[in-house]
């Protein structure tokens, strides 16, 4: 049929096409400043389904950072320290069922998040951050 588009595995037909946006200002030929990458914006046009699915998903994500952040922030204020591999391995086999190799990729997000705010409070003591910041917060929910 034509204007219908098989989704993934499921097969359903999608009753419109996607659109697919290229980031005019980024050349996917620089390949010394940013690797060869570039940013490509995709606009979804899910059916019923399809959202449900999607919006479980997404809500499974910001549950798995919000508890895996607030779990971590518990530990560095009890103890000044971060304990990555327990909670990582226990949050990412909570939620591995319903997000797939995703759980591990906002675990991995939420790791790369701590240790940044690590690596800013280390230059925050030292005083070797401008004058203009202040003093760094943990990472947000």
């Given at each position: 049929?034509?204007?219908?588009?098989?989704?993934?595995?499921?097969?359903e037909p999608v009753g419109r096409l996607p659109t697919l946006f290229a980031n005019p200002g980024t050349p996917s030929s620089r390949k010394k400043e940013d690797g060869g990458k570039r940013t490509v914006r995709l606009r979804l046009?899910?059916?019923?389904?399809?959202?449900?699915?999607?919006?479980?998903?997404?809500?499974?994500?910001?549950?798995?950072?919000?508890?895996?952040?607030?779990?971590?922030?518990?530990?560095?204020?009890?103890?000044?320290?971060?304990?990555?591999?327990?909670?990582?391995?226990?949050?990412?086999?909570?939620?591995?069922?319903?997000?797939?190799?995703?759980?591990?990729?906002?675990?991995?997000?939420?790791?790369?998040?701590?240790?940044?705010?690590?690596?800013?409070?280390?230059?925050?003591?030292?005083?070797?951050?401008?004058?203009?910041?202040?003093?760094?917060?943990?990472?947000?929910?």
């Amino acid at each position: 049929m034509p204007g219908l588009v098989p989704f993934s595995s499921l097969d359903e037909p999608v009753g419109r096409l996607p659109t697919l946006f290229a980031n005019p200002g980024t050349p996917s030929s620089r390949k010394k400043e940013d690797g060869g990458k570039r940013t490509v914006r995709l606009r979804l046009l899910p059916n019923g389904a399809q959202e449900r699915r999607l919006r479980r998903i997404a809500d499974a994500t910001a549950k798995l950072w919000n508890e895996l952040n607030y779990a971590r922030l518990v530990q560095f204020r009890e103890t000044g320290r971060v304990d990555f591999r327990d909670t990582k391995h226990e949050f990412y086999h909570r939620y591995k069922g319903v997000l797939g190799v995703n759980a591990g990729q906002v675990v991995n997000l939420n790791n790369n998040a701590w240790k940044s705010y690590f690596e800013l409070l280390k230059l925050y003591r030292q005083g070797r951050l401008p004058k203009f910041y202040r003093k760094p917060s943990p990472p947000g929910f």
